[in-house]
C-alpha cells in the first residue's frame, strides 16, 4: 500500500488523435482507461474505481491542457495542508 505522502499520480486529459479522454499514470504514461465524454470520467465514483483500491492523486486537465482541478482518492488521503 501507498504512504500517506506517496500516492500514485494520475492525470485526466484530452488525446486530439483519438478523441478521447484518458487517464494516465504520471510516473509510466500508462493509459489506464479511456473516456469518450469528459463527463463520464468525473461522474462519482468513476476515477476511483479506475485508479484501484490502493486511491491516488488525479490531476484534471480541460480540453486545452490546462490545469482544471485535483482529486485525492481516498479523501482521507487528502494531504490538510493543500487547500481543497
Do not use: C, H
Not at 1 to 28: C, I, S, Y
Not at 53 to 63: E, F, L, M, R, T
Amino acid at each position: 500500500m501507498a504512504k500517506k505522502g506517496n500516492l500514485p499520480k494520475f492525470t485526466l486529459e484530452f488525446d486530439e488523435k483519438r478523441v478521447q479522454w484518458e487517464l494516465q499514470k504520471d510516473k509510466t504514461g500508462q493509459v489506464v482507461k479511456r473516456f469518450n465524454v469528459k463527463e463520464n470520467a468525473t461522474k462519482r465514483d468513476v476515477l476511483r474505481k479506475a485508479i484501484g483500491p490502493n486511491g491516488g492523486s488525479v490531476k484534471i486537465q480541460k480540453v486545452n491542457g490546462r490545469f482544471q482541478s485535483e482529486r485525492t482518492y481516498p479523501k482521507s488521503k487528502d494531504p490538510k495542508r493543500s487547500p481543497g
